[in-house]
């Protein structure tokens, strides 16, 4: 039987549109709490170093707004985790980042850097934030989470949303079963097991019908969709297609 499954909406890019313009509108705390209201089970933002959409004061609110879980997403460094350990959000997703990167591209390494992360981990965990990895659907990465102390990883589906985009099915279903290997090798080694990045309606069905996958985290497609929909039909219908595909 498939363990249940919760959506998180990622609300980065109602910040990138707000700072298009360098004004207060969209504002992202707006979006999270329609986002709960359709029936979103967490709020995911992403404060990176550039603060090119979220910014500060956007989670100084959400920890003071939400009745779901914030999932915070961050880099590595000591300054993002000194933000982390004065909020202690539910989660903190680590994930690597790059200036010259639109959106995050590719995995953590977290093999190579096992020893740093080891100890970046630990004080946030024993706050009491559970702490997930964005890594590659590698069972390398996925042993070296493990290690590091980890509680979830959260499975990069870029290359597959990517090849599935081109028209390359083949290499889209080889990423695919890719993800299903390491989602059943991750669950092998204790850890919860997430997935997200470029998810879309077309995308989704195959991912959430994954059984260990106990989180999927989804925004930039829900944001855009919700131009045309609403942010709420459009969760709405992600919702729909996840539970028919976990039937």
Not at 34 to 52: K, N, P, Q, S, V
Not at 122 to 146: I, W
């Amino acid at each position: 039987m498939p363990i249940e499954q919760r959506l998180g909406v990622n609300i980065d890019h109602v910040a990138t549109l707000r700072n298009a313009r360098g004004g207060a509108y969209p504002d992202p705390l707006r979006a999270a709490l329609m986002a709960e209201a359709a029936g979103a089970d967490g709020i995911t933002a992403h404060l990176r170093e550039d603060r090119r959409h979220i910014r500060d004061a956007d989670i100084d609110a959400l920890m003071g707004a939400l009745s779901t879980p914030l999932n915070f997403e961050m880099a590595a460094t000591k300054e993002m985790q000194a933000i982390a350990l004065r909020h202690k959000p539910h989660a903190v997703c680590l994930v690597p980042e790059k200036r010259e990167e639109r959106t995050t591209e590719g995995g953590l390494d977290v093999a190579a850097d096992l020893y740093r992360l080891s100890n970046f981990i630990a004080p946030l965990a024993e706050a009491g934030c559970r702490v997930s990895l964005f890594v590659a659907a590698d069972e390398r990465q996925l042993q070296a989470s493990a290690q590091a102390g980890a509680a979830v990883v959260e499975l990069h589906t870029g290359a597959y949303c990517d090849f599935h985009a081109a028209g390359n099915h083949p290499a889209a279903e080889e990423e695919f079963l890719r993800i299903a290997r390491s989602a059943r090798f991750a669950a092998e080694l204790g850890l919860e097991v997430h997935a997200g990045h470029g998810l879309s309606y077309e995308t989704v069905s195959p991912i959430a019908a994954l059984p260990e996958v106990a989180e999927l985290n989804i925004g930039h497609f829900l944001i855009g969709e919700s131009v045309f929909l609403g942010l709420g039909p459009a969760i709405a219908e992600m919702r729909r297609l996840m539970q028919n595909a976990r039937r």
